[in-house]
């Protein structure tokens, strides 16, 4: 996945914002909330990380072209990177990151659920 079509699949997702920070990496948000991050690639390949379910973690973590993403893993959090090949398709990593972006909303407020169109007014 390019990074521009990291970004297209991040802006298509409800209620996102972007910034770029960190050194120059795009970080996507949800209600504030980081939910994906893409850049610091090795090399060639663009890096993309995500957050996901403690499962999730424990079954991409070792594969070949995944890590426990830097800096948020090694702090406890459920944070995967996508940074080589062969890492994911397209469109497991498009499915990734839109759980990642569930799941950071799920943890918003219920009043910052309910502005930002998640949940029924």
Partial sequence: MSPA?????CAALPATSHVVQWGGA???KVGGKVFAIGGWGDGDHPAYTFKVT???YEMLRDQPGL???PYLASRGMKWIQHHAEPG?????LKDYIA???RLVSLGL???LQRELGFLPT
């Avoid at 079509?5 to 699949?9: G, I, P, S």
């Fill in 5 to 9: 079509e990291f970004n297209a699949v």
């Fill in 26 to 28: 795009d970080v996507w």
């Fill in 54 to 56: 403690p499962i999730a």
């Fill in 67 to 69: 890590r426990p993403a």
């Fill in 88 to 92: 994911l398709t397209d469109t497991e």
């Fill in 99 to 101: 759980a990642s972006h």
């Fill in 109 to 111: 407020t219920k009043k």
